[in-house]
């Protein structure tokens, strides 16, 4: 079972627009998946989005205290990449315009560590 973070616009679950910037996103949706499907889909309130500073920091953390173990991103800032790998946490680049067709990406093979 893996746990998968993806930053969105919006809370509309795998529907919503994919966020480029994790830590100013105003929504994470966490997506649990075990062998390829999808078993549960979360969204959360990004809590870091509103600091005014150690947003990598802040954001890396709370994602492992939620159990993420990947985190898929249209973009992933150098503070971020390296907040992300310092708690354990896989940074990955995938293409997509929806939190659907990223996490797709990702699953399919499509992306780029």
Do not use: C
């Amino acid at each position: 079972m893996e746990k998968i973070a993806i930053p969105s616009k919006g809370s509309e679950g795998l529907d919503a627009i994919a966020f480029g910037q994790p830590s100013y996103a105003p929504f994470f949706v966490i997506i649990t998946v075990e062998d390829s499907e999808v078993k549960k889909v979360d969204v959360i309130r990004n809590p870091a989005s509103g600091l005014l500073s150690y947003r990598g920091p802040s954001l890396a953390s709370w994602l492992k205290h939620m159990e993420v173990s990947v985190l898929v991103s249209i973009s992933l800032p150098e503070d971020v990449l390296k907040s992300l790998t310092s708690w354990g946490i896989k940074p990955i680049f995938a293409i997509g315009k929806t939190v659907r067709e990223v996490l797709n990406a990702y699953l399919s093979g499509i992306y780029r560590e």
